[in-house]
């Protein structure tokens, strides 16, 4: 069980909520299914230790280097229990069949394409394992050793290039007699799904090479990529904000529950001290009845100003995205977006809700939001949002920024920033960056935090975070 234990261990780094129960219900679990069948095992763990689908990606991916597929059968004697002995099995299985590791050579590569091509039309699982496992120990390796000093799933696919296989297998396909022409296009939806899915085997293979040579808790960590809510903000590629932009609805739903059970416990007041010991002197002193006061009714105002420029956009993007959805929680928002002008997107945004896909490529084509040129300016958006929309400011408005506070060598106006603070209620600036690079090159981060609170929010699990707890009841 040292390795089930491991593998919670791993789950657990990557944010998982695995407890004691379900640990020992996945242990109870293979206990009864036994390990001859890995796939068994591996949907059986899934079963105990998943709380949602969207964490099976990464599952996958953790649990190929705790319990990998078996090697291909060695030439030669070795231990099939050594790790070492099992990479150096599938390493020279790949020279038999492509010629030497260390020099594939073209010939070699265009016969494993062929292959990897048959292999795809056939579906043959099993045997795109082994391609795959062949063809990371051919083209995977680099490093000046004769072991060599790792293995780049990279490297192997940018020689395979599996993507261009497309029309190869496609004509195998429909030479078979099995696919008839009009489901051309569902045919090729099928082949994008198995080449990436072939892709993914390469990934997993040099995951699992290096985890024999590095230890798989250290490439657990460092190699396997977390769920989309654990993603570096400015690091996101499309898929991973596509998928991000899919959460917003349950992160709201969870987060306006928070926030109606914070209103609950806030309507019930705080103690009136000096009504609670005027009272207490008919009890000779004791506070026997504590006397609350009791809060006004009245939902807060939240205004949210956000750079839209650059890297940041997919963070102001999904934060405005959430907090539309979080719209019923306040008696008013109002949303304004910015790169060196400001304009007001809260039109926009409700007309978006339903698609927030495309909600940055609106804002950008629909408001005005550069001057003469197209690169962020803080100052001159902080400048202009106080001229323009000073009336959105008041004692009950809680105001949140969006944005990495770069100025590109600009005037940061930070007086206009002390005006926002001292008209408004409270402001909060959500920074993507870590705050080791706050003040480096053309930030002006700690400027800026000096006159409002100002919070590192890297991803989309710290966004929850701190809306939950920042936004205003």
């Known amino acids: 069980m040292a390795r089930l234990t491991a593998l919670v261990a791993a789950l657990r780094d990557h944010g998982f909520g695995i407890g004691t129960g379900e640990t020992v219900d996945a242990g109870l679990a293979l206990e009864a299914i036994g390990f001859t069948d890995r796939e068994r095992v591996r949907e059986a763990l899934a079963a105990t230790l998943l709380h949602g689908e969207r964490q099976r990606p990464v599952f996958d991916r953790v649990f190929d280097l705790y319990f990998p597929a078996k090697a291909t059968a060695p030439t030669t004697a070795t231990d099939p229990d050594d790790p070492d002995d099992?990479?150096?099995?599938?390493?020279?299985?790949?020279?038999?069949?492509?010629?030497d590791p260390g020099d594939p050579g073209d010939a070699g590569l265009a016969g494993l394409r062929a292959r990897i091509a048959e292999a795809l039309a056939a579906g043959d699982t099993a045997l795109l394992d082994r391609l795959a496992a062949e063809a990371v120990a051919g083209w995977g390796a680099y490093g000046s050793g004769p072991g060599t000093d790792g293995w780049s799933s990279y490297q192997t696919l940018s020689r395979l290039r599996p993507e261009t296989l497309l029309a190869r297998v496609r004509a195998a396909r429909t030479a078979s007699g099995r696919e008839p022409e009009f489901t051309d296009r569902l045919l090729d939806d099928e082949i994008r799904r198995a080449i990436e899915g072939f892709r993914e085997r390469v990934r997993t293979e040099a995951r699992r090479r290096v985890a024999d040579r590095q230890g798989r808790d250290r490439v657990a960590r460092r190699a396997v990529a977390g769920t989309a809510d654990r993603v570096d903000f400015l690091l996101a590629g499309r898929e991973q904000l596509d998928e991000l932009?899919?959460?917003?609805?349950?992160?709201?739903?969870?987060?306006?529950?928070?926030?109606?059970?914070?209103r609950r416990r806030a309507a019930r007041g705080e103690i009136d001290l000096r009504r609670t010991l005027r009272g207490s002197l008919s009890t000779g002193g004791v506070p026997v009845r504590p006397v609350l006061r009791r809060r006004r009714p009245g939902r807060p105002e939240l205004v949210l100003l956000c750079d839209v420029?650059?890297?940041?956009?997919?963070?102001?993007e999904f934060t405005m995205a959430l907090v539309q959805a979080l719209h019923d929680q306040f008696s008013r928002v109002r949303v304004f977006a910015f790169v060196n002008r400001v304009d007001e997107v809260t039109g926009l945004l409700a007309r978006g809700a339903a698609d927030p896909a495309g909600l940055g490529e609106r804002i950008l084509a629909e408001a005005r939001l550069t001057g003469w040129h197209g690169q962020s300016d803080y100052g001159t958006a902080l400048d202009e949002f106080v001229e323009r929309y000073?009336?959105?400011?008041?004692?009950?408005?809680?105001?949140?920024?969006?944005?990495d506070a770069r100025t590109n060598r600009a005037d940061p106006r930070a007086e206009s920033l002390?005006?926002?603070?001292?008209?408004?209620?409270?402001?909060?600036?959500?920074?993507?960056?870590?705050?080791?690079?706050?003040?480096?090159?053309?930030?002006?981060?700690?400027?800026?935090?000096?006159?409002?609170?100002?919070?590192?929010c890297r991803n989309a699990r710290r966004l929850g975070e701190l809306i939950g707890r920042l936004l205003p009841v």
């Open 390 to 403: 000073a009336d959105a400011l008041g004692p009950r408005t809680v105001v949140f920024v969006l944005g």
């Open 309 to 316: 420029s650059g890297s940041v956009a997919g963070f102001a």
């Open 86 to 99: 099992r990479a150096d099995a599938i390493h020279a299985t790949a020279g038999h069949a492509a010629g």
């Open 418 to 456: 002390r005006l926002i603070a001292e008209r408004a209620r409270r402001v909060h600036w959500l920074n993507p960056e870590q705050p080791a690079l706050w003040g480096t090159g053309d930030s002006v981060a700690p400027l800026y935090a000096e006159l409002v609170d100002m919070w590192p």
């Open 245 to 262: 932009r899919r959460t917003v609805r349950p992160l709201a739903r969870k987060l306006a529950t928070r926030l109606a059970a914070r």
